[in-house]
């Protein structure tokens, strides 16, 4: 059950919220103290939430920062909640350090009237069969996930943004998204920015 406690801060809101965890005095001052740090070098932030997580033995700590234009999301997983903490708002001060002066910046983008359309897509299983009855369990299920049918189970908008490359590359920085699809300031043109697979990021002209 989830638990939160919200907190009065620099006339911004903290909310801080347990799932699975129960936020003790102790876990809450610290996750006060360490969020300060930021405090100390931004201003313009609208809010913050952190939502502390344990599964078996897995202790995650996840934090959604928002400003006027951008929105900052990070996480991290240990075996100890203080170290998740720690590691998360490691992740958080080093994106903010990294992009003050645009986190910070008044200047609003344009945003087109042109809606995506994302599809969600899951897998058919009751479509994949087994070619070779003597495949090991382990290959089938690699071919089973290879070659099954997906279908539509939820559709997604998401606002057309003009950016320029350097901020695309930021806002996939700031947050867990795997893909970013915009409009290139530089030469108006549809480009889709990724996540690989190797941490680094791809970028694909739309024709």
């Given amino acids: 059950m989830s638990h939160a406690e919200k907190f009065a801060n620099e006339g911004y809101q903290i909310s801080i919220?347990?799932?699975?965890f129960q936020i003790t005095d102790a876990i809450r001052n610290y996750m006060l103290e360490k969020l300060s740090k930021v405090d100390r070098i931004v201003d313009q932030i609208i809010d913050m939430n952190v939502v502390l997580d344990t599964q078996k033995l897995d202790h995650s700590?996840?934090?959604f920062m928002n400003f006027i234009?951008?929105?900052i999301k990070v996480s991290a997983n240990t075996?100890?909640?203080y170290s998740a903490i720690d590691k998360g708002t490691d992740k958080l001060i080093r994106l903010v350090r990294k992009y003050k002066t645009r986190l910070q910046s008044h200047r609003a983008k344009h945003?087109?009237?042109?809606?995506i359309h994302v599809n969600v897509i899951q897998a058919l299983k009751d479509d994949v069969k087994i070619i070779n009855d003597e495949i090991e369990a382990e290959t089938a299920l690699v071919e089973?996930?290879?070659y099954k049918l997906h279908e539509v189970?939820?559709?997604?908008?998401m606002k057309l943004k003009t950016l320029t490359h350097d901020e695309a590359l930021m806002k996939m920085e700031i947050t867990d998204d795997s893909f970013l699809i915009f409009r290139s300031e530089e030469d108006r043109k549809l480009k889709l920015i990724y996540r690989r697979e190797d941490l680094n990021y791809g970028l694909v002209d739309i024709e």
């Fill in 111 to 115: 945003i087109s009237d042109v809606d």
């Fill in 144 to 146: 089973e996930n290879r």
């Fill in 69 to 71: 234009h951008f929105h």
């Fill in 61 to 63: 700590c996840s934090i």
């Fill in 153 to 157: 189970v939820a559709q997604e908008k």
């Fill in 79 to 81: 075996d100890n909640m």
């Fill in 17 to 20: 919220i347990g799932k699975h």
